[in-house]
């Protein structure tokens, strides 16, 4: 059994009996054009061939409606509808945390750690954190978050450069469109 999103398709038609006007322009299920029929005759057509009469254009004068299975059509909007949703998931802010003292192989874990979120569309927050004293030297800091950018410069671009906020640095990476 189907189940349908009806809130989440974007034209609600009327159907058949919630059809109020006496006389409409009537479009077969092969697209032709059968000209004005009252109401009455629609409905009585689509009654003949097992078809809904829908609404497709009620500000029209007379309003256009068409012959069609309306179930085979709510099912293929709602495809088209799953189908747009898909291609437009947003990736999620994924997060990576790297201390002042970050040795070089340390680094490089943390960099492929970042590139395969990348390669998952998501973009990516590095945050460097400074204790004590060690705030005093954001030169060196800035010098990690430039190897990291260095370093994922072929699949990432930088959206926010690093900046200094309190004690910890940070930057945001998104991947290459």
């Known amino acids: 059994m189907l189940f349908f999103n009806f809130r ?20 077969d299920e092969d697209d032709e054009q059968l000209g004005e029929k009252t109401l009455e005759e ?6 003949e ?9 009620p500000k029209a004068v007379p ?6 299975d309306y179930g085979k059509y709510l ?5 088209i509808e799953q189908k747009h949703k898909k291609m437009q998931k947003q990736g999620e802010m994924k997060g990576i945390r790297l201390s002042y003292s970050i ?14 979120f990348l390669k998952h569309r998501n973009s990516v927050k590095v945050t460097l954190m400074f ?20 370093a994922l410069k072929d699949i990432a671009q ?8 309190g004690n910890s640095m940070f930057m945001v990476l998104v991947p290459l469109k």
Do not use: W
């Open 8 to 27: 989440s398709i974007s034209k609600q038609l009327r159907i058949n009996r919630q059809i109020r006007v006496p006389n409409v322009r009537l479009i």
């Open 42 to 47: 629609a409905l009585q057509l689509a009654s």
């Open 49 to 57: 061939h097992g078809l809904d009469l829908v609404e497709v254009a």
């Open 63 to 68: 309003p256009v409606c068409k012959l069609m």
């Open 75 to 79: 099912y293929r909007q709602n495809k």
């Open 103 to 116: 040795d070089k192989h340390d680094l490089e874990t943390k960099i492929r750690q970042a590139e395969g």
């Open 131 to 150: 204790k004590g004293r060690e705030a005093s030297h954001a030169d060196i800091g800035r010098d990690k978050m430039k190897m990291f950018i260095d």
């Open 158 to 165: 930088v959206e926010e450069a690093p900046r200094k906020l």
